[in-house]
Nanobody
């Protein structure tokens, strides 16, 4: 089983930046495609970005394209989400998981964008 621990969230003003981190342990991390997801109040959890097992392929949803960058460090078993030019609509709890959402969800990290 994979344990997922997200960190790096916080409160920022519109236009600000944050870097989220996800520590994933307990499995062959380097073999896993990983993703970042978010859930805003009253909304379903949605995928934000994903990255292939060795990091050669990344995808982000249109709403964050050009602003968010997903990356990973397999030597540290970490996945990152660099978030730039944050907007109020990015406010949500952010989670990481496999691309098939196959692991138990971590506690997530809260991101609040407000002036």
């Amino acid at each position: 089983q994979v344990q997922l621990v997200e960190s790096g969230g916080g409160s920022v003003q519109p236009g600000g930046s944050l870097r989220l981190s996800c520590a994933a342990s307990g499995y062959m991390f380097a073999n896993l495609g990983m993703g970042w997801y978010r859930q805003a109040p009253g909304k379903q959890r949605e995928v934000v970005a994903n990255i292939s097992s060795i990091g050669g392929t990344t995808n982000v949803v249109d709403s964050v394209k050009g602003r968010f960058i997903i990356s990973r460090d397999n030597t540290k078993e970490m996945v990152y989400l660099q978030m730039n030019d944050l907007k109020p609509e990015d406010t949500a709890v952010y989670y990481c998981n496999g691309v098939y959402r196959q692991f138990v969800w971590g506690q997530g990290t809260q991101v609040t964008v407000s002036s």
